[in-house]
């Protein structure tokens, strides 16, 4: 996406083919809820791991042409209870599905909503594809910033972020410097402030963090989302991802990202400037918020969720964070500063740890000892390749399935 391709806002948002990757998570229901609401988007496919039930509703409702089911034996399921109801929707399985439907020439907006690791691929060919890519998946940005930030130069694709700090960011900078690409230091910003909520542990005394249980650190007090973000919010490993990807997202160095702790929610982060105007955008805590930006950008729609009313909103507050409560926010902007594979690396070990820990294997505690053992016994490179990325991705996680089996 070249910097000056920013198009005329027009009275309404033209129309869509939208492919939703994810469709049964989070915000693969918020970007349907938002859909529903505006008949100009058609969805042309939706995506799942393995949860028929759900892919059966949407696919009553939403009439897609095609379904993906990575599971086989999912969409062997999903097969016949569309075969029963009547549904002409196709079914396609397997993993290779979800890229095939982020490259098919009939679908031209990519909801990427994968949760982890296993989103890269189809997000990647989005990106090459020169789709308008909504991009959620954090994780395939934060695991091959360098190949994506490279393969969006070399496309016309057009990247559109999702998470909520960078969807607020990317609405407070200067139109021309919205796109990887664009130098947003010669247009006089001085710092990105991400805000952060904190999660539900902020205030817990750090001695009970030991026995935090995956139903207490998947409980936000803010937001409602899937449970691996929600334990990455629980340690601020979210945080630590965002820093990175702020930096991927709008090219500048971890230095000019800034971290603040804000427990309400409502200010979803900032550009400050040379002259010291600080740009905020606000909003009530709703994901259908910046989905509803993006899907129509550069127009405005409504997103279905409440408007703020700041006469009821109590009083906004912002700390600095306290690394020493949160290693692995430390860890996640010591591997933004350090860049190459130190990401590709940190994320790796993240999902592996988080997963462990939901699965009641290892403590809450352990997810940032993994991490920082694998880190440590790791060598960075450059990350110029897949095959590099996939390699430290790969030896990333099996390092951290020995270091947790130890702890
Ligand atoms: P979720 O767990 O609710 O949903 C994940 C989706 O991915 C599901 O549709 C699932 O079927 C699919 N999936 C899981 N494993 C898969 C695999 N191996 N192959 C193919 N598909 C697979 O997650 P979520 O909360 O919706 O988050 C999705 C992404 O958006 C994550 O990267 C998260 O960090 C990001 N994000 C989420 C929120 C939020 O509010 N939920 C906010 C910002 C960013
Ligand atoms: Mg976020």
Request: hydrophobic fraction near 45%.
């Amino acid at each position: 996406m070249g910097i000056n391709a920013t198009p005329q806002r027009s009275a309404a948002a033209p129309s869509a083919q939208i492919s939703i990757l994810g469709s049964t998570g989070s915000i693969g229901k918020s970007t349907l809820e938002v859909i529903a609401l505006h008949p100009q988007y058609q969805v042309f496919a939706l995506t799942a791991n393995k949860n028929v039930a759900i892919m059966l509703e949407q696919c009553q409702r939403f009439s897609p042409r095609y379904a993906v089911m990575v599971d086989e034996q999912a969409a062997e399921e999903l097969r016949k209870s569309l075969k029963a109801y009547g549904l002409e929707t196709e079914v396609l399985a397997g993993a290779q599905s979800l890229v095939e439907i982020a490259s098919h020439p009939d679908t031209d907006t990519i909801m990427a909503a994968i949760v982890g690791s296993a989103g890269l691929p189809s997000t990647l060919a989005a990106v090459k594809h020169s789709k308008k890519v909504l991009l959620a998946n954090k994780e395939a940005l934060v695991m091959a910033g360098d190949l994506f930030i490279g393969a969006l130069a070399a496309s016309d694709a057009v990247l559109l972020p999702i998470d909520s700090e960078h969807n607020a960011v990317f609405q407070c900078l200067p139109p021309e410097t919205r796109f990887a690409g664009g130098d947003i230091c010669s247009q006089g910003v001085r710092r990105v402030v991400l805000t952060a909520s904190g999660g539900p542990f902020r205030e817990a005394p750090l001695s009970a963090l030991e026995e935090v249980t995956p139903d207490q650190a998947c409980k936000h007090p803010n937001w409602s989302m899937g449970r691996k973000i929600s334990v990455d919010s629980a340690t601020m490993m979210n945080k630590g991802l965002e820093v990175i990807e702020a930096c991927y997202l709008f090219g500048v160095g971890a230095q000019m990202v800034e971290v603040l702790i804000h427990p309400q929610s409502i200010v979803h982060s900032m550009v400050e400037y040379a002259d010291g105007s600080v740009l905020a955008q606000m909003g009530s805590p709703d994901m259908r918020v910046p989905i509803a930006y993006s899907l129509a950008w550069p127009n405005r729609i409504a997103s279905g969720a409440a408007y703020l009313d700041l006469t009821k909103q109590s009083a906004l507050e912002f700390f600095a964070p306290d690394l020493e409560r949160f290693p692995c926010l430390r860890l996640g902007i010591e591997a933004a500063k350090m860049g190459g594979t130190a990401p590709t690396i940190l994320n790796a070990a993240n999902e592996v740890a988080v997963e462990s820990f939901l699965q009641g294997k290892s403590r809450f505690t352990a997810i940032p000892a993994i991490i920082a053992g694998v880190l440590e016994q790791m060598t960075c490179r450059k990350a110029d390749t897949l095959d590099i990325i996939r390699e430290a991705d790969r030896s990333a996680r099996e390092l951290a399935r020995q270091i947790s089996d130890r702890l």
